[in-house]
């Protein structure tokens, strides 16, 4: 044997014992689902910018997270819509940006004197006036109307996306295993492949995360829905009784 091959022997077996330890360390297990959130957490983000799915070039994974990254999409929107409805509602009034939405339905119950009442169109509960408003007024109600729209269509599209995450979840646990695999069939071409264990890592968090956010923001959509509607005599769900 020369000994440039047998150099390159004990090169691939340090390479390998290497990173064999680097994947048992680093290996995207229970441990990393306990740990940070996805990419870009950080004091002053926006909430959808705390969780990004990113691809790793393998195909089969690729596949997998463009799925997770559709759903995660739609859940991000529906947290926006959430946060971008009371921003527009509080701006219309004039009212601080960390106001309760209760201050917004009592700002507007004050200036409306009992001439606004919920409705519900197109499936959607809306505020009617009975008699001509303010200019201000009109705006006001354009706002909170906007946001009711906006939140009922996120609940219709993240409805599907608990049942639809979980199995996705279930999918990306294999990746780890499937990764190691791959790096150790393909020693020189590892340390470019490890790059992308970090990608795994927060894709994997994501997914696991992704049922509790999708349900913890429709319960929310709901609550602010069901405080506006009431407020103006309606009901939040709307009974099934009544056409």
């Known amino acids: 044997m020369s000994t440039t ?3 390159l022997r004990r090169f691939t077996r340090t390479l390998l014992a290497g990173l064999a330890v680097l994947l048992v360390v680093s290996a995207p297990d229970e441990a990393f689902a306990k740990g940070k959130k996805g990419k870009g957490k950080g004091k002053g983000k926006a909430k959808q910018e705390e969780y990004q799915v990113g691809l790793v070039g393998n195909k089969t994974m690729d596949g997998v997270f463009k799925e997770l990254k559709e759903l ?12 971008s409805g009371k921003h527009n509602m509080t701006t219309a009034m004039g009212l ?20 606004v009442k ?3 169109t197109g499936g959607k509960p809306q505020l009617q006036a009975s008699d001509a408003l303010p200019e201000k007024l009109k705006l006001e109600i354009e706002a909170i109307n906007g946001a009711l729209t906006d939140y009922t269509d996120a609940i219709k599209n993240v409805a599907k996306i608990p049942k639809e995450a979980a199995q996705l979840s279930k999918k990306v646990q294999t990746f ?22 970090g990608t795994i890592k927060d894709n994997i968090v994501v997914a696991k995360g992704l049922p ?3 349900t913890t923001v429709t319960k929310e959509l709901n609550a602010d829905i069901k405080v506006i509607v009431t407020a103006f005599g309606g009901t939040w769900p709307p009974s099934l009784s009544k056409k």
Do not use: C, W, Y
């Not at 995660?72 to 946060?83: D, F, I, L, Q, T």
């Not at 695999?181 to 790059?195: F, I, Q, Y």
């Open 72 to 83: 995660n999409h739609v859940v991000s929107g529906a947290e926006k819509s959430r946060s």
């Open 118 to 120: 919920i409705a519900m």
């Open 212 to 214: 509790k956010r999708a």
């Open 176 to 197: 780890p295993a499937d990764f190691k695999k791959e790096v150790m069939s393909n020693p020189l071409g590892a340390v470019t492949m490890l790059k992308d264990l």
């Open 96 to 115: 601080p940006k960390d106001a309760k939405l209760t201050t917004v339905v009592k700002h507007v119950q004050a200036q409306s004197q009992g001439k």
């Open 5 to 7: 091959a047998a150099a």
